[in-house]
């Protein structure tokens, strides 16, 4: 086991770059969610770290070895790719035990390693099925297995749950929180899904243009968003934004009918600002600001109204539970001050 | 009449005209020959009776025959090797980040275009002992002269290098395709296992490449067990025979000697030879590999 440290990491693509310097600390035994849009950068970094992409400049030290030039199969790591990459030539045995048998392990014991990951995987009935045989959680968790049975230093997962059904999903995403525990290997996971991050990770680290965003707890993403485009990438449904100005006491809400809040004393006075606010925060409340709804989203447990704002940006507000509310029907919503955050509308850092 | 019906009409009428060439180009011949090496004397084109398996069984006392083979086997075996082996390196080689790449794989691919006849004819000129290219390099470099083509052991190997250049563009061109086939990421899962270079040639271009490999052997055998041209041209089957392939034996029997019958029965035997070669080929070689 061994933590990862990413020392002014640079990857460029001729004149493109697509990392800027980058550093970043991964604690031993620690599960690692990169998260991000496409296109962010973070399959580039993860496959940076695994050896599949040359460094540009920087230093990637693997416990306390720099292992930047070295050769991906000497670094320690273990990869599952999101589409499995499984040798389609070979049964799952024969899958699971390549690394093993290219180290000149002796049979006996590439058979026993082969015969717990298959085990700890529910994969014993399908050792001598070539891959094509198999569905696709199947194949995923021979993809996973062979990341096991070679116990790296470090796991590496490029969106690997991305080409299976939601249900299996999910499973899956179960599965692998419980191997995280069972295992206690250092994990970096690649994800654009924020639900895999928020349930999977320790840690998560949201990326944007090949730029750390922000490093923290799943929690403390959610609750303390450093900036704009955090704060929407974390949670689901997304947060609101809403265009406001500083008014005598308070922000003006211009997107919510010019309704008043008590907060954003810091503001400047005129200076146009972003309120942002969760649908979940949102009060309902007969002395609110009235909102029309264009549709209405009934999950059964909750229900979800949109709205369309004036300046353009769309506005979704968590009903509380089961409701009998329609498109078109006009709600009337608080804002509470304590679960708002405001943003600078041009940087998009956050101001309160 | 139901929708499947009206699908399965609509189908047969699209290969009805497949069909029909297969049938008055191929099959009707294969019957005819089959017919024609049941007589004796001129079948097809003249007086003949019924003969019953005695061409047959004379194919086993003709040594012209049964040598034509062991020479027709050789050539065959060695075409098909040696194209396959160097095919397989140069593609190796090419489907690879070479700059001059294009350029190679169309100088290996011009023999393969050019007229079997123009090639043949301009080995044979550069092969002459005594007026030849390569023997005047040779002696250049101060090494004795050969007799490529008149050395009754070297002449079927010369023939079997000719070949090799000639086909080699098709093979490596086939291959290139198939190499740049095979997923990337196979590779990157493996040099993520500790594979170095040797490890993924061997353990995933290699295997994957198993279904390219049957199918080149197949093509290339079956073409090489077939040849005629070459030795027509070049040695015009000798020395003392150790170029007269199978199909100029054929050949000769038929339109020499006007054997129609017996040239019948030979050409039917070598249909048999390489349907049984192409089985075997199928059983060595034929892996069932489906991409993921």
């Known amino acids: 086991m061994a933590g ?11 004149a493109v770059n697509a990392i800027p310097e980058l550093d970043l600390t991964i604690g031993d035994g620690e599960f690692c969610v990169f998260v991000g849009p496409s296109g962010c950068g973070k399959s580039t970094l993860l496959r940076t770290i695994a050896g599949l992409e040359d460094l540009s400049s920087g230093q990637i030290v693997i416990g306390d070895t720099d292992v930047s030039h070295r050769h991906p199969g000497e670094r320690g790591v273990a990869m599952v790719f999101q589409n499995y990459a499984l040798y389609p030539h070979m049964n799952v045995r024969q899958n699971m035990g390549y690394a093993l048998k290219l180290a000149r392990e002796p049979k006996a014991m590439i058979a026993d390693k082969v015969a717990r990951a298959a085990e700890t995987l529910g994969l014993v009935d399908y050792l001598e099925r070539k891959p094509a045989e198999l569905s696709g959680g199947q194949r995923q968790r021979v993809a996973i297995g062979r990341a096991i049975v070679r116990n790296p230093k470090v796991f590496l997962f490029d969106e690997p749950l991305s080409n299976l059904d939601a249900e299996l999903r999910t499973r899956m995403r179960l599965e692998l929180s419980d191997l995280h525990k069972t295992l206690g290997t250092t994990m970096i996971y690649v994800t654009h899904d924020q639900v895999e991050a928020m349930t999977l990770a320790d840690k998560i ?67 146009p600002v972003t309120v942002g606010i969760r649908p979940e925060h949102l009060d309902l409340s007969p002395e609110g600001a009235p909102l029309t709804l264009r549709s209405v989203e009934q999950l059964g447990g909750v229900t979800y109204g949109y709205a369309i704002l004036p300046s353009g940006g769309e506005f979704c507000v968590d009903l509380k539970g089961r409701r009998d509310v329609r498109a078109g029907d006009t709600v009337h919503l608080n804002i509470p001050q304590q679960r708002s955050f405001v943003f600078d509308p041009e940087t998009g850092r956050r101001l309160q | 009449m139901t929708y499947k019906q009206r699908r399965a009409l609509t189908a047969y009428a699209f290969l009805l005209p497949a069909i029909l060439y297969f049938l008055v180009f191929f099959f009707w011949p294969i019957a005819i020959e089959f017919w024609a090496s049941l007589r004796s004397g001129q079948p097809l084109i003249g007086e003949s009776e019924f003969a019953g398996l005695k061409n047959y069984i004379y194919i086993f006392k003709d040594r012209l025959a049964i040598k034509a083979m062991g020479a027709t086997l050789i050539y065959a075996v060695g075409s098909t090797v040696f194209t396959l082996l160097i095919a397989l390196v140069l593609a190796s080689i090419l489907a690879g980040p070479l700059k001059a790449r294009n350029t190679i794989r169309a100088i290996l691919f011009f023999p393969y275009i050019v007229s079997f006849v123009i090639s043949a004819l301009m080995w044979k000129s550069i092969l002459d002992p005594y007026t030849g290219l390569l023997n005047a390099a040779l002696l250049k470099l101060g090494l004795p002269q050969q007799y490529w083509l008149t050395d009754p052991d070297a002449a079927i190997w010369v023939l079997v290098a000719v070949s090799v250049w000639k086909d080699i563009g098709y093979a490596v061109l086939i291959y290139i395709a198939a190499i740049q086939g095979i997923p990337n990421h196979l590779y990157q899962a493996a040099e993520l296992d500790g594979a170095k270079r040797r490890h993924l040639f061997r353990d995933i271009t290699l295997p994957l490449l198993m279904p390219t ?15 005629m041209a070459l030795p027509y041209l070049m040695t015009g089957g000798g020395p003392a025979n150790a170029t007269r392939l199978y199909s100029l034996h054929v050949f000769d029997t038929a339109f020499q000697g006007l054997n129609i019958g017996y040239a019948s029965a030979l050409s039917f035997v070598m249909f048999l030879v390489i349907l049984f070669i192409t089985w075997a080929q199928f059983k060595l070689l034929n892996r069932d590999i489906r991409h993921t």
């Open chain 1, 4 to 14: 990862v440290t990413l020392k002014s990491v640079r990857k460029d693509y001729g």
């Open chain 1, 205 to 271: 680290v949201v990326l944007r243009a090949g730029k750390i965003e922000q490093v923290g707890t799943p929690l403390e993403l959610y609750d303390n968003p450093a900036n704009r485009f955090v704060a929407g990438f974390i949670g689901s449904p997304a947060m609101n934004f809403m265009s406001a100005t500083q008014g005598d006491g308070g922000l003006i809400l211009d997107d919510l009918n010019g309704a008043h809040l008590t907060f954003g004393a810091g503001v400047a006075a005129g200076k």
């Open chain 2, 213 to 227: 490999t049957l199918f080149l052997a197949v093509i290339v055998m079956i073409a090489s067990m077939q040849e």
